[in-house]
């Protein structure tokens, strides 16, 4: 089988898969279209994210058996014409959950307990206990939204804070020895923390925005490792604003462009929550350890030996 890898990733899958006797073409720099003009000579191709594949690019792929995206989020794909069309998708979640999982817990420790300002603090010559006093994850509940992959690692990390973690997932009956499943109003209810782990489609866009956080009884922090378009980030603003988020912990931004490689910073909400001392940003690594990178690879390489090989 051809296969075309569109992005840079582990050498471990152009080495293995070859291996086995796939020939494998490396692209990294070829446009959208350039691309369109070669697909139908490859059986497979394997993304991250900078080429989209849309319909187009499925009914040029004319001979693809398969579509493998290194990484869990497969809103870049598809997938429903790649279905019609018999083309498998592989994804590659069990690679990066734990570095996922760590950075969650990782974030929330740092936001609850003001580690960044106050270590910034310090080393600008500004000594200030008492405003840098952290406030304890014991005894809070911690509500997940998405118990797939994600929440699930992140839940088996937690449990060892004496937090109560509880979710809400559409599929039911999910609960197991590290959270409890419950409906999204009983979420909304008991929730000290939000923290988002579901896809971004049509019925997740802007999910949570003034109505849901309004509806959460308590003020709560937040945390959203999943995607930026998650969140309406004017709302989210807003609520930092009135206190009723007390801080957000954003991995994701609504103002990331495609490629997940820059933001748009013409905005003037962004520059609110970059400037905000209640929000911490990271520029959308919360799976992308160094361990990830080879994990992500093993998985897809195992993944299309199995079913191709
Ligand atoms: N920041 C990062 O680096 C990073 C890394 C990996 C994944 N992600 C994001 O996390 C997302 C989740 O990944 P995953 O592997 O856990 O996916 P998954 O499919 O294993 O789990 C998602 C869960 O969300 C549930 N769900 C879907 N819509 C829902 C809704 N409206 N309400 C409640 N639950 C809903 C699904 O039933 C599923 O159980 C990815 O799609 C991606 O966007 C981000
Ligand atoms: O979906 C994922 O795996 C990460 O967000 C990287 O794209």
Sequence with gaps: ??????????PLINAQLSEKGFVIEEDHVSTYSEVLDKIGYFDGVIIRSRIPID???????????FIARVGAGLENIDTEKAKQLGISIISS????RDSVAEHVVGML??????????????????????????????????GIIGYGNMGKATAKRLSGFGLK???????PNLSDEFATQVSLDELKNQADILSLHIPITDDTFHLIDEKFISEMKKDFYFVNTARGKNVKTKDLVEAIKSGKIKGAALDVLEFEKSSFENLDYQNSDL????????????????GWSHQSKEKLAQVIVDKILREFG
């Design 1 to 10: 089988m051809k296969i075309l890898l569109l992005d840079k990733n582990h």
């Design 55 to 65: 319909e187009s690019f499925l009914l040029k792929g004319k001979n693809l058996r």
């Design 93 to 96: 979640p069990e690679g990066n």
């Design 109 to 142: 420790l740092v936001l609850t307990n003001r580690l960044f300002i106050a270590s910034q603090e310090v080393k600008n010559g500004i000594w200030n206990r008492e405003e840098n006093r952290g406030d304890e994850l014991l005894g809070k509940t911690f």
């Design 165 to 171: 973690v509880i979710f809400h997932d559409i599929l």
């Design 271 to 286: 520059e609110f929550l970059l400037n905000s001392e209640k929000v911490i940003v990271t520029p959308h690594i919360a």
